[in-house]
């Protein structure tokens, strides 16, 4: 049974490494878990947080009230001709299901290799790398609702899927806990490797009829090339969404500045490379305190050590200002400040 534990350091539980106390923590293991642990009084008079891997977080202060760690497990699959259904909990690390899935030859989710995170995480972040986005694979997921205990369903439709954003963002945010996804995958592969360095690192290696492997190696080793590993520093990720502009405005902005880094999005709009928008602002690399960018990636911020939650936003608030001046763009941030 899950007990609820005092003054427990979230440290462990965030790959920012921020050193701050949750008053009450838990981890559930299964739906009952949760059924348990909202059964207990404490849990209805507490402000409540949902942690998966901790990987999309940033700490500025202790969280005063409960904090309810998923670590719901198990991987099971259906296969249907072509076509595969797997059904994931949500406390899976969501690079091992994706090893799974390419390991089995389950294709659809290989450009996602190396995306830190679990699974329960994926469909409320709508998380995305390389041109392919969770919504081109997502099928349903199940969520234990807070308010009567009842565990609901969602489908594509009812998720209202945008770019890193779902409904679980919005208005069903703090409402639901998501449990298990289940995802639409096949035996038959359609490679996606037109976006960043697929191409050119498949060529490098003399691949010309790649496999889903293939292509989750090569996306592999250029996240790692590109990105730390929170284990030694650590960090988020992409700190910042990459900004989607409207067309007058990129005929704006690419008149004074030719070389902006820009790929087509939906709607007749232009996403920009918010790492290139960094970088020409000369913050590659850059240490301020004990936070700064990483020196291989702009687009990442990092803690050097001892750094707290309130000095990173103020650096992150920093960079968007300066970005904003320069560009006329607003950077928004990707990560979830608390």
Not at 10 to 32: C, H, M, R, W
Not at 71 to 85: A, L, M, N
Not at 185 to 196: D, E, N, R
Not at 310 to 317: C, D, G, K
Request: with cysteine; net charge negative; glycine share 8%.
């Amino acid at each position: 049974m899950p007990i609820l534990q005092e003054n427990i350091s979230l440290k462990p539980y965030n790959t920012f490494g921020i050193d701050v106390k949750a008053k009450y923590f838990a981890e559930a293991k299964s739906e009952q878990d949760l059924a348990q642990i909202f059964n207990d009084p404490l849990s209805k008079t507490q402000k409540l947080l949902i942690l998966g891997g901790g990987s999309n977080m940033l700490f500025t202060q202790d969280f005063d009230g409960l904090v309810i760690k998923i670590g719901i497990e198990g991987i099971e699959y259906e296969v249907f001709g072509d076509k595969v259904s797997v059904t994931a909990g949500a406390g899976v690390i969501w690079n091992d299901l994706v090893n799974f899935c390419v390991s089995n030859d389950f294709a659809g989710i290989e450009n996602l290799s190396l995306i830190p995170g679990t699974v329960g995480a994926s469909p409320i972040q709508n998380i995305g790398a390389y041109g392919v986005e969770l919504k081109d694979v997502f099928a349903s997921c199940s969520a234990y609702e807070i308010a009567t205990g009842k565990i609901k369903s969602f489908d594509f439709n009812d998720c209202k899927f945008g770019y890193r954003d779902s409904v679980f963002k919005n208005e069903f945010k703090n409402q639901y806990i998501i449990t298990k996804v289940l995802f639409n995958l096949s035996k038959k592969a359609k490679l996606q490797t037109h976006y960043g360095a697929i191409t050119t690192e498949l060529a490098n290696r003399h691949i010309e009829e790649p496999t889903i492997t293939d292509v989750s190696r090569v996306v592999a080793d250029i996240r790692v090339s590109k990105l730390p590993d929170p284990k030694t520093i650590g960090n988020a990720g992409s700190f910042f969404k990459n900004p989607v502009i409207d067309k007058s405005q990129f005929e704006e902005l690419i008149a004074k500045f030719p070389d902006v880094v820009n790929y087509p999005a939906p709607n007749h709009k232009i996403k920009l490379a918010a790492g290139w928008l960094i970088e020409q602002c000369g913050f590659k690399g850059v240490v301020v305190g004990e936070t700064g960018t990483w020196k291989n990636q702009a687009l990442v911020l990092v803690n050097h050590g001892k750094a707290t939650g309130q000095e990173v936003y103020n650096f992150s608030e920093h960079i968007i200002d300066t970005i904003r001046a320069k560009f006329g763009v607003l950077l928004e941030r990707e990560v979830n400040i608390l």
